[in-house]
């Protein structure tokens, strides 16, 4: 999200690789980093004012998309033209929904700097005082957070 709109979008995927690997180095990524395609969420172009539309990209190699993760969490901001980029895994809605649900959770843990993290598809992994502990469902997480007072 983030790369502005322009009139001649017919390069997005080699352009959208170039910006990739212009931000975060080649040695991220392996010797075949490749964006087969990648095109802009349906809708016409964005209004002036407006967030551009988000484009979606299909990588070659899931572990070249893991490395872009990885290294658009560490390196912030990535900035493209003054404007600020973000990088998200792209999920089916239920999944979705699912950790949108943990969101209350996240930011109760994050407030009182409890390290977490959230495993795929939608599980809730904390870590309290060197002990891993897991939850699938944010009501289990709840409910141990306030027998902890946490």
């Known amino acids: 999200m983030g790369i ?3 009139s001649d979008e017919r390069n ?3 352009n959208l690789q170039k910006t990739i690997i212009d931000n975060f180095g080649k040695d991220h990524f392996s010797h075949l980093f ?3 395609r990648a095109h802009r969420i349906p809708g016409g172009k964005s209004v ?3 967030p551009p539309r988000t ?3 299909k990588v070659l190699s899931s572990k070249d998309r893991d490395s872009i993760l990885k290294c658009a969490r560490t390196s912030a901001p990535i900035l493209y033209d003054g ?3 973000s990088f ?3 999920f089916c809605k239920e999944t979705q929904d699912k950790r949108r649900l943990l969101w209350a959770v996240k930011k109760r843990l994050r407030d009182k700097g409890v390290v977490y993290s959230v495993l795929y598809p939608a599980k809730l992994r904390v870590i309290y005082k060197e002990v891993s502990y897991f939850f ?3 009501e289990a997480a709840v409910e141990w957070m306030d027998r902890l007072a946490i």
């Open 55 to 57: 484009i979606l990209a």
């Open 4 to 6: 502005p709109e322009v």
């Open 48 to 50: 002036p004012g407006k």
């Open 88 to 90: 998200f895994p792209d």
């Open 83 to 85: 404007n600020k980029l």
């Open 34 to 36: 490749h964006i087969e």
């Open 12 to 14: 997005l995927a080699k």
């Open 136 to 138: 699938d469902t944010a």
